[in-house]
């Protein structure tokens, strides 16, 4: 195996460090500083070496000052040795990336930047390992990279830059320019995403993804050890020694599908209420509908419950639509993953289509996915959706709509293949402002909303008599690399430059809350109707009549550490003198609430809670409970 190339001797120098074994244990630490931070560690046997031929001698008249002098001296020489290292590996990326794109290696926009994918770059001391060759300097490569004409455009580069880490990119990337307008007063619909943090917190909890494991639909092809009484967890589980049947363990995920399509009206309901007209259901309502083993089909088990739901949202006007999941990939080249998909997609199609929505809603009734991967090749990732599209249902192609993501397929991917195939395209802000065509648009709001630009993606919606919808959310707050910008923050704080008729989803993880915020600021209609919930209290839930003994306040004096406190004299005096009827049995006041009040409220509309306190949903613990009365007291 080639030795490593030692660096050259300055001329002039004479060794100080040449007596320094370099496998010995002491060796001189060096402190650098990068981006305003000191770095300290060992220094390497090579580079100790490569000090020494660099410091073979020292200007005359320095023998005499000791030690300090010529190690000063190394530090210094040992900092210009680390900046070149750096910057011969910053010259490497850019040899390397030239490299890539000379064999038509992929390149992905990120944030108006490209990245070559999967290309590893070297590191500091820019040692590579190439088969069959062993371990070659990085300047080496440089050379012969030269030699081929390769990475010329480094040579004229001047002295070496930092390189910043991911977070640092992330940050230093160019500021988002954002349009101004604001679609006010607004006209259409704010929505949001399959769950509501209120209804699912209630004591009887209302939401639509109830699940579970494979495992466990197997189980339940067992009947119950106790038929004759409900399940239990313990007590009366399935019994294995018993014969399975595969129709018992379907009906016990179909009815897990039922409970889940019955929440649909109350959520419809709920929503009326507080001025909300648009929801996307969960695409989990059916555990393993889809299943290539487990699946079955909805009807005719779900067609009432579903015909019920479609009956109160037309009844109402609210849209409904669904968003089948990440993996749900039409562009695939695995066959099996393409399958899934078209499985995914008839059980999306056949579950709207129950819902017996009358026309324009059924219409606008629509599944949105995404492109998916790139596979190394988007054109033909594009021919494979092209062709797997096609093979698709008409009520599937009907309903089927493309969203911009926010890993690798920009607006201006999707565009042209949705005017091609009559597809409506979704524009997703958030996503947009993560992933899109640098050459053409800036990161933020303004450049996406040019005319002529949000023309052509109307234009995709209108051919097919569907209203448009659109998604907007925003990252987390001290969010800068793409990875962690993906993420949906809680809520989000202004409005997109939409039209003002639009369908807006609100992609936010606080679900209806993050709405109500939109609404409280903006002052939209209905916001007056929103009022803050009283913590850990709720008006829209039963409370029981309960008996109860009520004790005076000195009878609930706190015992000590293993045993009562002793009772005072005084203490004995004043009970006996004591002729209140604070010892008489006392009853809590209870609480009736009809089915059709329950958890919608209360008569007070509190049903929002302020960001960042989402345990105001839950009541309080008993022992928490406790310390709060011992304050208040």
């Not at 648009?441 to 008599?465: C, F, H, N, V, Y």
């Amino acid at each position: 195996m080639p030795q490593k190339t030692k660096a050259s001797m300055p001329p002039g120098k004479e060794g100080i460090l040449a007596t320094h074994n370099p496998d010995s244990s002491s060796r001189p630490h060096v402190q650098l500083r990068r981006s305003g931070r000191v770095v300290s560690r060992p220094i390497p046997p090579g580079d100790v070496d490569n000090a020494g031929l660099m410091l073979r001698s020292t200007p005359s008249g320095d023998e005499d000052q000791g030690t300090g002098e010529p190690m000063e001296l190394a530090i210094e020489e040992l900092t210009k040795l680390d900046r070149r290292l750096r910057s011969q590996t910053k010259r490497q990326k850019i040899l390397m990336e030239a490299e890539m794109r000379s064999t038509g290696a992929r390149t992905v926009v990120t944030g108006g930047t490209e990245a070559m994918e999967p290309t590893p770059m070297p590191g500091r001391g820019a040692q590579l390992l190439m088969p069959d060759e062993g371990i070659i300097e990085a300047s080496d490569m440089m050379d012969s990279g030269r030699k081929n004409g390769i990475g010329a455009e480094t040579e004229g580069l001047g002295p070496p830059e930092e390189v910043l880490d991911i977070s640092e990119r992330g940050a230093a990337r160019k500021p988002a320019v954002n349009s101004p307008y604001l679609p006010l007063p607004w006209k259409g619909r704010l929505g949001y995403a399959c769950l509501n943090t209120y209804l699912r917190s209630a004591k009887i909890p209302v939401f639509c993804s109830r699940t579970c494991r494979i495992a466990s639909i197997i189980d339940h092809r067992y009947p119950l050890a106790d038929p004759s009484m409900p399940e239990h967890p313990t007590k009366n589980r399935p019994d294995k020694s018993q014969k399975p049947s595969v129709e018992r363990g379907l009906k016990f995920v179909q009815n897990l599908g039922l409970a889940n399509a019955r929440d649909i009206v109350r959520m419809l309901r709920w929503n009326d209420k507080y001025g909300i007209k648009f929801m996307r259901l969960s695409s989990e309502m059916f555990p393993f509908a889809s299943h290539p083993e487990h699946g079955y089909r909805l009807a005719p088990s779900a067609s009432d419950v579903l015909a019920e739901a479609g009956r109160v949202a037309a009844e109402l006007g609210h849209r409904l639509t669904m968003h089948p999941g990440q993996f749900t990939q039409l562009g695939s080249p695995r066959r099996e993953v393409v399958d899934a998909a078209v499985r995914d997609l008839e059980y999306h199609d056949e579950l709207l289509s129950l819902l017996r929505l009358p026309e324009p809603l059924n219409r606008n009734a629509v599944m949105i996915i995404h492109m998916g991967g790139v596979y190394g090749d988007k054109a033909a990732t594009l021919d494979r959706f092209r062709k797997n599209y096609a093979s698709l249902s008409p009520s599937v192609k009907a309903r089927l709509v493309l969203e911009n993501d926010d890993v690798g397929w920009s607006v201006h991917d999707l565009l042209p293949l949705c005017e091609e195939l009559d597809i409506p395209l979704v524009l997703d802000y958030h996503h947009h402002n993560i992933v899109f065509d640098s050459a053409q648009l800036r990161e933020g709001t303004l450049d996406i909303s040019a005319p002529d630009l949000q023309a052509r993606i109307a234009a995709t919606w209108s051919r097919k008599g569907i209203r448009q919808k659109m998604h907007y959310s925003e990252p987390c707050p001290g969010a800068v690399t793409p990875r962690d910008r993906r993420k949906h923050s809680p809520r989000v704080m202004t409005l997109p430059p939409c039209p003002a008729d639009m369908d807006l989803m609100i992609e936010a993880k606080d679900k209806e809350q993050a709405v109500f915020e939109l609404m409280r600021t903006f002052k939209l209609p209905g916001f007056e109707r929103i009022n803050d919930m009283i913590p850990h209290e709720r008006q829209d839930e039963p409370l029981p009549l309960v008996a109860r003994a009520s004790t005076s306040k000195k009878s609930r004096q706190k015992s000590v550490a293993g045993g009562k406190r002793k009772r005072t004299s005084e203490e004995d005096n004043a009970e006996l003198n004591d002729i209140s009827t604070d010892d008489k049995p006392q009853q809590s006041a209870g609480r009736a609430v009809s089915d059709e009040d329950y958890a919608m409220g209360g008569p007070d509309n509190r049903v929002y809670w302020p960001p960042g306190n989402e345990a105001w949903l839950k009541p309080l613990r008993r022992g928490a409970k406790a310390v709060l009365e011992d304050l208040e007291e």
